[in-house]
């Protein structure tokens, strides 16, 4: 690798790393954020409200994929990756300044809303700016192995998210955290910001885009090429469907499902689970490089395709092992204590809300969303039509009423649930996690599942690059990924979750990957070609 194409790797990648790590706070953060600009609501609700705006940053990520993928094919690759990274870093700055809503009231609620989508709007064209521009300075035979240093950076940043996080945290104390610190980590990514700018700055136009100048061969409209002529739109949704969409599903488990699964469902307090996190991410972030080298040799196709496969094959056993060693008294309980939602099935609705924005008042809802937020398994019986709606632990019955949250908590305590705070559920810090068996036994499991991450995630660049002509690529690949990562894998956490709600099983949210993954899979053998050998300065010319 010679020194340029170490600082084009080094542009692109650091850059990458920042904006990713200024997403992410917001999603480490939500619960204080939505204290603050959410506050004249209940804490329900202002958790539900910061949640969505969190969600609208996804949402919006395939329009920006459009804008910029769009500028990217016609005024270049270098300077569109470098207006997202500022729009990304300024808007992430600004929530650290921004008032309450104590202070300007709904004013502030909405700019915030705003300044998610906005980068939102800059992610969706960031990616897609830097996996190509990498590409497009690699040999041929090396994309798997240069690309694969762009995989890194969500990871990365995620991980440079959390020790910021933890580190202010421990610092100053939770209440000054709470009450102003949280804001700290926004205001510091100025400081990155500047130093991406620059890095960027000293960077010269992708070879590949200046020779395609060169001959006159640019698409004057690159959404209508890419997605109005059927040649190349067939091509997009091939990489949505067989290449994306799984990637993205098995993303989102590994990391964030796996966060929030650890965290609301095994309740295992916020630092510790952050900490057990942080060490799979710092042990299995290799392995982004690894497999993206190794599509070099044997295929990108393979090894994205192996990865949704054997994730598929065994989350369930995983996800099971993680609540045996995280909460044992919690696995226990679900083989040992029964508990019945007793109720007229005419009463008992759909509680699939995966956007959280739904109003239960029926019993049986109520009692069922309940149950699922408590992580109390349960199952359904049908009692005769007008009878009133019940719940039973081991057959002592337990009313649905205003109190039902507390006496449900109650009786499953004394039924066998574990209580908050039981010493068996994991409880760790940074070093110690290292020095004790059931903390490393954890790591050990979310490590694996971050190896079916790197296995899916560390070639896809390469493979969406290698799929699109020049005059085209930075749209073309930008759509599928970001709808793909954007929708797919960004609402994944909360419809597993509607999912685990809606049936009383703690893992049925895991048929949401699985069944994508799957799909992928299929669709990815049968359909989608292998493109590792391809000549990208020439593939599909005019």
């Known amino acids: 690798m010679t020194r340029e194409e170490r600082k084009v790797i080094l542009a692109s990648s650091l850059g990458t790393v920042f904006e990713w790590y200024d997403f992410y706070l917001y999603g480490s953060l939500a619960t204080m954020i939505g204290a603050h600009f959410f506050s004249a609501f209940d804490p329900n609700t202002r958790a539900i409200f910061a ?25 270049g690759r270098k300077y569109t990756f470098l207006v997202t990274i500022v729009i990304m870093g300024a808007s992430t700055f600004l929530v650290g300044l921004l008032p309450s809503y104590a202070s300007i009231g709904w004013i502030a609620p909405v700019i915030l809303i705003a300044l998610r989508m906005l980068q939102g709007l800059a992610l969706g064209g960031e990616y897609g700016g830097a996996a190509v521009y990498v590409a497009e300075h690699a040999p041929v035979g090396r994309r798997g192995f240069y690309t694969s240093w762009i995989q890194t950076t969500a990871t990365l940043g995620l991980l440079l998210s959390l020790i910021v996080i933890l580190g202010i945290r421990t610092t100053m104390g939770e209440a000054d955290f709470a009450a102003w610190g949280w804001r700290i980590p926004f205001l510091c990514s100025i400081i990155l910001l500047a130093i991406s700018v620059w890095i960027r700055l000293q960077m010269q136009e992708s070879p590949a885009f200046q020779k395609m100048k060169a001959e006159g061969t640019g698409s004057k409209a690159p959404l209508t090429e890419a997605f109005g ?25 590994g990391q964030f499902y796996a966060l929030f699964f650890i965290q609301s469902i095994l309740k295992v307090d916020l630092y510790s689970a952050n900490v057990l996190i942080a060490w799979s991410l710092i042990l299995g972030t290799g392995g982004f490089i690894v497999f993206g080298a190794l599509s070099d040799k044997i295929g990108r196709k393979p090894i994205i395709l192996a990865g949704c496969l054997i994730a598929a094959l065994t989350y369930f056993p995983l996800f099971g092992a993680l609540t045996k060693a995280a909460n044992p008294g919690l696995a226990a309980a679900h083989e040992n204590v029964k508990v019945q939602v007793v109720a007229d099935p005419a009463t008992c609705g759909s509680v699939f809300d995966p956007v959280g924005v739904r109003t239960f008042t029926q019993p049986c809802d109520i009692a069922r969303r309940t149950l699922a937020t408590q992580a109390i398994v349960y199952t359904q019986a049908p009692a005769p039509a007008g009878t009133p709606a019940k719940v039973t632990v081991n057959g002592k019955d337990v009313a649905i009423d205003g109190a039902f949250a507390a006496n449900i908590a109650k009786e ?66 930008s759509l599928p990924y970001h709808i793909g990562n954007g929708w797919f894998g960004g609402l994944l956490p909360a419809t597993s979750f509607a999912m685990v709600a809606g049936t009383g099983d703690i893992y049925y949210g895991l048929w949401y990957p699985i069944v994508i993954a799957m799909m992928t899979f299929v669709i990815g053998m049968l359909f989608v070609p292998e493109t590792k050998d391809r000549d990208i300065l020439t593939h599909d010319n005019p």
Do not use: C, H
């Not at 990520?61 to 459009?66: I, Q, S, Y």
């Not at 002529?229 to 098995?250: D, E, S």
């Open 51 to 75: 949640l969505l705006a969190f969600a609208a940053g996804f949402l919006v990520r395939p329009f920006g994929a459009l804008f910029f993928g769009r500028l990217g094919d016609l005024i």
């Open 229 to 253: 002529q059927w040649k190349n739109a067939k091509i997009a949704l091939l990489a949505l469907f067989g290449l994306t969409a799984g990637q993205a599903v098995v993303w989102y488990t």
């Open 412 to 477: 499953a305590v004394a039924a066998g649930y574990p209580a908050a705070g039981d010493a068996r559920i994991v409880k760790t810090g940074f070093l110690n996690a290292l020095f004790n068996a059931q903390s490393l036994t954890i790591i050990a499991i979310l490590t694996v599942l971050v190896i079916y991450v790197t296995m899916v995630y560390g070639p896809i660049a390469a493979a969406l690059v290698e799929l699109f002509p020049t005059r085209i690529r930075y749209t073309g690949m």
